[in-house]
């Protein structure tokens, strides 16, 4: 008969096969992972729900009704600050969107400027180069043979 093999030696060696889908699996976890860990947070942070027992029905004692009037005080609090909280997160997100884009935006121009400043910085030292290579070839036209022997010297390269 054949080898008697654990089950998890063999998946372990059918993941270790193929490390693409080994990477997939992992990403996969550790995104669950974190999604259950922000719900947990989100359970733990919001104030425990308190359940109405004996309500305002008919038969109820005197005490009773203002007990419901409590309850449901402490309830609608509750869901207040809920969506006061969540009304937050919203702008806070809202306005760290809008900031990044104008941050973007200001990047964005700022650099056009910078191309723009140099482009016309390279302008005007090239028609200072000319200006003042042309000064040079006027100064080497007056010596005289030395004149001639640099542009033979150029002409032969």
Do not use: C, W
Not at 31 to 44: P, R, T, W, Y
Not at 88 to 104: H, I, N
């Amino acid at each position: 008969m054949g080898e008697i093999v654990p089950i998890s030696s063999t998946a372990g060696a059918l993941i270790a096969q193929d490390p693409e889908k080994e990477a997939e699996l992992r990403e996969q976890r550790i995104e669950e992972a974190q999604e259950l860990e922000a719900k947990l947070k989100n359970i733990n942070k919001a104030d425990q729900r308190i359940y109405n027992v004996s309500g305002s029905t008919a038969g109820a004692g005197s005490g009773d009704f203002h007990y419901y009037r409590l309850i449901r005080r402490k309830e609608q609090d509750r869901l207040r600050k809920m969506e006061q909280d969540d009304k937050q997160k919203r702008e806070r997100e809202e306005f760290e969107a809008k900031r990044s884009q104008a941050l973007t935006e200001l990047e964005a121009r700022a650099a056009k400027k910078r191309a723009k400043r140099l482009k016309k910085k390279a302008k005007k030292k090239q028609k200072t180069g000319a200006a003042a290579g042309a000064a040079d070839d006027s100064d080497q036209e007056g010596s005289g043979d030395e004149s001639n022997h640099g542009r033979a010297a150029a002409a032969a390269a």
